[in-house]
């Protein structure tokens, strides 16, 4: 990875992080979403990681039931993922008309292991970037005008209003029950003239040629997703709540942008056969921790078939005669002056 996660437990950066509310823990509901603030100290319960076989997840603490660990094999993933999604948009960050003189604050919103905010902040060392997750688990060394921040992005947000000229939403998809509530949010935060830009992948498997039929364990993977996202209360497939919440939530000049991301590397295009590699590559890095949770705790799916799918899945992967893609959509949007 071209940034090693920080050891367990171990505050990110060196920054402090501090707590609206005093030592007591957060407990909120969704229904509380308007009434409660997010960020709170890196204390010892936000480093007690939950465990599910052998994997582990964010503290409890938090009560979103977040699906994916938050562990080295599946932060490794994360990275693969920033890296196939850079190549597809030609080594840009961000879709937006953004510009540079326009960019004093700037928040990346699940940040995961901080690598978009990392890159951005030693792209534009004029910007202070803030990144902020539910875990820890960003580098220790990063730039001065870097920072991230423990925070449940799905409650009301600690900023005031109109703190930041770009707000950067990615890969949300099945922790959020109220898209409308985040992007109001992300609204009321984003500064006067600003751009606020969400991307979310839809994980179907896909053909046009009707080859993706061949391995059902892709198929499979679908209905674990979308079977999952009820379970959770928190959909999977996003797609027309992003354009929609965006609209509602007040922006303008909203644009829609939708791309295929090739499983392997079967596209004639150089740079989607490229893209393709690494797509497979993040899946396959850890096909256990985007599946267990869901499988094994939510759905509770019969224990002596899930090893079965996951070999069922690296077959179908590897199976050069499948064409199969995912989808991404970028929306971005800017709030009026």
Request: charged share 25%.
């Amino acid at each position: 990875m071209p940034n090693q996660p920080a050891e367990s437990g171990t505050p990110p950066g060196g920054a402090p992080v501090t707590s609206s509310s005093g030592n007591e823990p957060i407990r909120p509901s969704d229904s509380e979403y308007r009434s409660l603030s997010s960020t709170a100290s890196v204390s010892s319960s936000i480093l007690e990681y939950r465990r599910l076989q052998g994997r582990t997840y964010h503290s409890e603490k938090f009560e979103l039931n977040y699906f994916l660990p938050n562990d080295d094999p599946l932060l490794e993933s994360l990275d693969l993922t920033h890296h196939y999604l850079t190549i597809l948009l030609d080594e840009k960050l961000f879709l937006a008309p953004v510009k540079e003189e326009n960019m004093q604050r700037v928040l990346d919103v699940g940040t995961g292991t901080g690598i978009w905010a990392i890159e951005f902040a030693d792209r534009y060392p004029g910007a202070e970037v803030i990144g902020t997750d539910l875990s820890p688990c960003q580098p220790q060394w990063i730039p001065p005008n870097a920072r991230f921040e423990i925070d449940d992005a799905t409650l009301i947000w600690t900023w005031d209003q109109d703190q930041f000229n770009f707000i950067h939403i990615r890969y949300l998809f099945g922790a959020v029950k109220d898209w409308g509530g985040l992007f109001k949010e992300a609204y009321r935060c984003c500064a006067l003239g600003g751009w606020v830009q969400s991307t979310e992948a839809n994980v179907e498997f896909r053909s046009d040629d009707g080859t993706v039929d061949k391995e059902p364990s892709l198929q499979m993977f679908t209905k674990l997703f979308q079977e999952g996202g009820k379970a959770l209360g928190r959909p999977f497939f996003v797609d027309d709540l992003q354009e929609t919440e965006f609209r509602k939530a007040g922006f303008v000049d909203v644009q829609v942008i939708d791309h295929k991301l090739p499983v392997g590397g079967w596209p004639k295009d150089p740079k989607l056969a490229q893209v393709g590699q690494f797509v497979r590559a993040a899946l396959e890095n850890d096909l256990e921790g985007l599946t267990l949770m869901m499988w094994h705790d939510l759905l509770q799916w019969p224990k002596d078939e899930y090893q079965l799918f996951l070999m069922g899945l690296r077959k179908g992967l590897q199976n050069s005669k499948v064409h199969s893609y995912m989808t991404v959509r970028y929306v971005y949007g800017r709030k009026p002056e």
